[in-house]
């Protein structure tokens, strides 16, 4: 089959005409606004060995929360394959048998054959739902490996409980992927292992436990996620999403989105393949749903509702309170989900835009923070590098953080090296704050130490620990 398509697409490629062709596109931009679904490798920062090196520094410490790399789908779309291959048929009837190819911005031939080939892995059934993947695996090896080469001091190449403290949820995709990022670190044959995970995971999963986070209505009647649903812009483009692949009325929103899904996992999961199901949208329409997106996580995760910068008051705490033992474990490492990394950045003022995200400003902020595919994609990470500068006389501790390989830029701080000091200033309300209180008032939960007491008491009980050994 593979030696039939060779032997084919360049005789269709020279038969082509000026429609826009997704496999025939070089650059293919839109698979960078894929959203949460978004492979890592397209999107990651390429300037990281020009902002690591901090002249006259050493780095010490490290703090890591990664979300799990690229991964399967829920059971519900993989229950839709043969809805897909129904779409795949009808799709080619329309413009083989029905002659309803549209007049202008219609499918090249090259993208209607890769349609007219396309096979549901059927090695997928739903009993492997959101399982990781082989390049999920591969992600967070590779940024095991790049982090480490960067940082050859802090990341050493061999497992120490005390030195390294590992971390992850009750999920299969965040177990695989601490093991493949242990690999990355130590080699295959490694003896690294995480902490144990307590019965209510109130660090990594707080939103599990929080009524009032489930509760919050932000893709539901009246929120902007749904009017944004409604917008003439958006069912334009499902109409004319319909018209592109020959149909004479407007599919249904959830084959629409069936098709688009299809094409964002197919892409993720082979980097270096096109998935035939991208060349169904023009880049423009993949941008329109991206903001839907966005708008989704912005409510959902986000700055849309101040509380939601509160949920994850505990892993702050513990991003404060690592950094600031003076002895181990120095590198902390947690492999969980989107909504923790989303709910933290909010948390730490990150990615924030002066304008509020609605259903009605689109079109004024495509330039915006919140772009949840840069910010989010498969294999996301944020990273906080502690350095000493013993040149230094009055803040002598210094911080970089670091966000999907590319060092964040904060106001208050110079060129993304901030000092120590004004981190735990900037943060003081929160490292202050019980989080049982802080905003789930509804559990009781105990926090990680009831504010700066309870940090200055856990590095003097680690200080202690250390000083009788």
């Not at 002249?55 to 839709?80: E, F, V």
């Not at 959101?130 to 497992?159: H, I, W």
């Not at 259903?359 to 990273?383: C, M, Q």
């Not at 803040?395 to 981190?423: H, T």
Request: proline share 4%.
């Amino acid at each position: 089959m593979r030696l039939l398509i060779c032997l084919l697409l360049p005789l269709v490629a020279i038969a082509q005409s000026d429609d826009y062709c997704f496999s025939q596109d070089n650059s293919r931009l839109q698979t960078r606004q894929f959203s949460s679904k978004t492979a890592y490798q397209i999107v990651k920062g390429t300037d990281i060995d020009k902002q690591y090196l901090v002249p006259g520094c050493q780095p010490q410490k490290m703090w890591i929360y990664h979300r799990h790399g690229t991964r399967l789908p829920k059971k519900s779309m993989i229950n839709k394959a043969d809805r897909v291959a129904e779409l795949r048929d009808l799709i080619i009837a329309n413009y083989k048998v029905a002659k309803t190819k549209p007049e202008t911005d219609a499918l090249c031939m090259t993208d209607l054959l890769a349609i007219q080939l396309w096979k549901w892995n059927s090695s997928i059934t739903a009993d492997m739902e959101e399982y990781l993947t082989a390049q999920g695996y591969e992600d967070l090896r590779g940024t095991a490996k790049l982090y480490q080469r960067y940082y050859p001091s802090v990341l050493t190449p061999t497992f120490n409980d005390t030195y390294y403290q590992f971390r992850h949820t009750d999920t299969q995709r965040t177990a695989e992927s601490f093991r493949a990022f242990a690999e990355g670190l130590f080699g295959a044959s490694n003896t690294a292992h995480p902490v144990e995970i307590p019965k209510q995971d109130l660090l990594l999963r707080p939103y599990d436990y929080c009524p009032a986070f489930k509760q919050v209505n932000y893709k539901g009647e009246g929120s902007e996620y749904e009017k944004y649903r409604q917008s003439k812009l958006y069912n334009d483009t499902l109409v004319d999403i319909s018209k592109r692949l020959g149909f004479l009325y407007t599919l249904e929103e959830d084959d629409i989105k069936l098709m688009y899904d299809m094409c964002r996992y197919e892409q993720a999961w082979n980097v270096d393949r096109n998935s035939v199901w991208c060349g169904a949208f023009l880049p423009e329409q993949v941008t329109v749903f991206e903001y839907l997106e966005d708008l989704k996580y912005y409510y959902g995760s986000g700055y849309g509702f101040p509380e939601n910068a509160n949920l994850n008051c505990r892993l702050v705490q513990d991003l404060l309170t690592h950094l600031s033992n003076p002895v181990s474990p120095h590198v902390v490492a947690h492999f969980a989900h989107s909504t923790g990394l989303l709910t933290l950045l909010t948390a730490l003022g990150i990615k924030k835009d002066d304008i509020k995200l609605r259903a009605d400003n689109y079109e004024s902020l495509t330039s915006r923070r919140w772009k949840s595919s840069l910010i989010d994609p498969f294999a996301a990470n944020f990273v906080a590098v502690k350095y000493d500068c013993p040149a230094q006389i009055l803040d002598r501790e210094k911080v970089v953080f670091f966000l999907n390989q590319q060092a964040v830029q904060l106001d208050w701080c110079n060129v993304g090296l901030c000092n120590w000091s004004d981190v735990l200033a900037k943060y003081k309300d929160i490292s202050e704050a019980d989080c049982g209180e802080y905003f789930c008032r509804t559990g009781g939960a105990p926090s990680l130490g009831s504010g700066i007491p309870g940090l200055l008491a856990t590095a003097l009980a680690a200080l202690l620990v250390y000083l009788m050994h």
